[in-house]
């Protein structure tokens, strides 16, 4: 039975709702047995980069990864659940905060829900040339 450090949680975030769920496949794995940090950090920008066009309504650019923390190991077979959501707006630019779930033995004994990571991403609106555009105003309609 593995064991898990105290970052194991009971369940996944039940106020948010995930951006985005992948399974981790054992061809993402690295020698070590775990998951390629490299892959982990991909679905993180696929995830913050969907809140950001969502938010600029249309084209963004990643333009800085600001932190990402990897808490917990991946492991091939873990359900990877992506929570983000914007947390500053600037003029042209929008900051996006992720959390990552992992979910584990789903539906087997032993289930465990980790926090494997947090990250903090920023993204620049970006217009038909690719400059940077003005982020528009929050619309009221928007889910
Ligand atoms: C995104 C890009 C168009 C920005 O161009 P730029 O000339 O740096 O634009 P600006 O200096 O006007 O900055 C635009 C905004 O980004 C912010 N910004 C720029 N560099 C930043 C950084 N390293 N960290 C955080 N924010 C940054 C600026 O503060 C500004 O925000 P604001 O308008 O809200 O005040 C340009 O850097 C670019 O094309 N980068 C490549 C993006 C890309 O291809 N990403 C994927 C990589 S595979």
């Known amino acids: 039975m593995a064991t898990y450090s105290n970052n194991m949680k009971q369940d996944l975030p039940s106020d948010r709702e995930a951006v985005l769920r992948v399974a981790a496949m054992p061809k993402e794995s690295n020698t070590g047995g775990s998951i390629f940090g490299g892959w982990l950090m991909g679905q993180v920008d696929i995830a913050a980069g969907i809140i950001a066009i969502q938010r600029a309504a249309g084209r963004v ?3 800085a990864v600001n932190n990402f923390h ?13 929570y983000a959501e914007v947390i500053e707006v600037g003029r042209t630019s929008m900051t996006i ?3 990552v779930y992992s979910q584990r033995h789903l539906g087997a004994p032993g289930a465990a829900v980790l926090h494997v990571a947090d990250a903090e991403l920023t993204y620049v609106a970006l217009d038909d040339e690719r400059r940077p555009r003005t982020v528009p105003e929050e619309s009221v309609d928007e889910p």
Do not use: I, N, P, W
């Open 97 to 99: 905060h992720v959390d």
């Open 70 to 82: 990897f808490r917990e190991a991946v492991l091939a077979g873990d359900l990877v659940s992506c």
């Open 61 to 63: 650019a990643t333009v």
